[in-house]
């Protein structure tokens, strides 16, 4: 079992930049593939941005350019790094860690972009 405790959300202004964190509990963590998700109201939760266990990334077109993902498997911790924020950023952002069959969440925080 995997526990995933994100950190960073808030409000901030259109044009701002915010980190997300996300810490996990185990000693596998070098070997998920991370992920941050986002579900704004109403919608359907979409893919933010991946990394796997080799620093390869994956972005969501909307956050190209805007958004980085990182990790540190030393600290156990994925990261995003967003600038750039727009209001239809707008969301609760979600920290996954996947390995397989293996697929956790944690329980999200929430990043309101508005002036």
């Known amino acids: 079992q995997v526990m995933l405790v994100e950190s960073g959300g808030g409000l901030v202004q259109p044009g701002g930049s915010l980190r997300l964190s996300c810490a996990a509990s185990g000693s596998m963590f070098r070997f998920y593939l991370m992920g941050w998700y986002r579900q704004a109201p109403g919608k359907e939760r979409e893919l933010v941005a991946t990394i796997n266990r080799y620093g390869s990334t994956n972005y969501a077109d909307s956050v190209k350019g805007r958004f980085t993902i990182s990790r540190d498997n030393a600290k156990s911790t994925v990261y995003l790094q967003m600038n750039s924020l727009k209001p239809e950023d707008t969301a609760v952002y979600y920290c996954?860690?996947?390995?397989?069959?293996?697929?956790?969440w944690g329980k999200g925080t929430l990043v309101t972009v508005s002036s």
């Open positions: 996954n860690a996947n390995w397989g069959a293996m697929d956790y």
